[in-house]
């Protein structure tokens, strides 16, 4: 979190699922954002064999690092490379982006931080 941009940041969580961040700041400021869900273009079936076969793959952060294969070996990892790499996405038109309370936390929970892509059906939780 304390990273420079796109280093990823993952964290172990309720001593059973790993959840993956992305830093989006300058290095040594905390800044960072939780990737919940994600919609593949490629390597379903790969996804889909280590959710051990389970069609929900990456709705949800838990799930998406699983489906990845994203452990505590990637954290600290340059995202700008491979294997695993972020690339430019598509612009979204401003209706279809959802704003939100966070969730899982008790603190500032209805801050509004949580972004989402409207009736996508990867976004865990919809609050449309």
């Known amino acids: 979190m304390f990273a420079a941009a796109g280093t990823a940041y993952v ?38 064999e280590r959710r051990g076969g389970r069609p929900e793959i990456a709705s949800g952060p838990a799930r998406l690092c699983e489906s990845l294969g994203v452990e505590g070996g990637i954290d600290g990892h340059d995202l700008f ?21 966070r969730i899982g936390i008790r603190k500032a929970a209805d801050w509004p931080l949580r972004f989402y892509l409207r009736g996508h059906p990867a976004v865990a939780r919809p609050r449309d």
């Open 11 to 48: 964290y172990f969580t309720y001593g059973m699922h790993w959840c993956l961040n992305v830093s989006t700041g300058v290095e040594g400021v905390p800044s960072a954002i939780l990737i919940r869900a994600l919609d593949p273009v490629e390597g379903v079936e790969t996804m889909q």
């Open 81 to 101: 490379r491979p294997p695993l790499f972020l690339e430019p996405g598509f612009v979204v038109p401003d209706e279809r982006i959802g704003v939100s309370g």
